[in-house]
């Protein structure tokens, strides 16, 4: 079902991260013109106050803000490799120490894991049922009820565990996004998935877990769906995809 965000959530982590160094823009590059539909680029002529015609997106395009990466309308990515070392915009994905496989948001400082498509810990195509042993609320959620690389190791809490074993991008700390922090690469300007599909490859028109309880809601919680952009209260027994951060 989805839901507005607008309400109280409880962050089921170990630590509340800090606040986000800056937020992104929607990627809405376009201007909509009933009843004649949109306009790409926007002509000037449709009705004012758009969101196309303000914040990161637009700078951008008019060249008037300088970015430290590259990205899809306004959003500054940078690519990382798999020892952690900021990587050329050409850099290639893979398991070898200088290749690909984490991605830099320079506004917010959040660094995200990469999806794989080799079958490995972090392919594309495992799902995970939400569990969190620690979870305050009392509903811990269930354990192992995807499907992933490794029987019995398919809820989100193991995989958070996993991939702090694998140490991926030369670092351990890597946690549950909340559903803002989710929501912060979506890009309202496209769908199916709404996201920069060229720095985060493999990436699903699908709901992503977050860390995020929905609270007065009995053992629900936030999902991102990046098929549309929505934020999504689902059972925690639901199977969906996980896509970890780290980061303020």
């Not at 290639?92 to 080799?118: H, I, P, R, Y």
Request: aromatic letters at 10%; one cysteine or more; proline letters at 6%.
């Amino acid at each position: 079902m989805r839901r507005s965000l607008l309400v109280p959530v409880i962050l089921l982590s170990v630590a509340i991260p800090a606040a986000p160094a800056g937020l992104n823009d929607t990627g809405v590059t376009f201007c909509g013109a009933y009843p004649s539909g949109n306009n790409s680029p926007c002509l000037g002529t449709e009705p004012s106050g758009q969101d196309a015609g303000y914040g990161r997106d637009v700078a951008v395009g008019e060249g008037k803000l300088a970015r430290a990466g590259y990205g899809q309308a306004g959003f500054d990515f940078t690519k990382i490799g798999n020892n952690g070392t900021p990587l050329p915009a050409n850099a290639v994905l893979g398991t070898a120490t200088n290749q690909w496989a984490c991605t830099m948001d320079n506004v917010t400082g959040l660094v995200w894991e990469l999806k794989a498509s080799d079958g490995g810990l972090r392919d594309k195509n495992w799902t995970y049922s939400w569990y969190n042993s620690a979870s305050p609320d009392g509903y811990s959620g269930t354990v192992s009820g995807g499907a992933c690389k490794q029987a019995g190791r398919c809820d989100t809490e193991k995989f958070v565990a996993d991939v702090n074993t694998l140490e991926l991008c030369g670092h351990a700390d890597w946690r549950m996004p909340s559903a803002k922090e989710l929501e912060s690469i979506v890009i309202l300007g496209a769908a199916y998935p709404a996201i920069d599909v060229a720095y985060f490859p493999n990436s699903l028109p699908a709901q992503y877990w977050s860390g995020v309880a929905v609270p007065y809601y009995g053992p629900y919680a936030w999902s991102v769906s990046y098929a549309d952009g929505g934020a999504y209260d689902v059972a925690r027994s639901q199977l969906h995809a996980v896509r970890l951060v780290r980061g303020p």
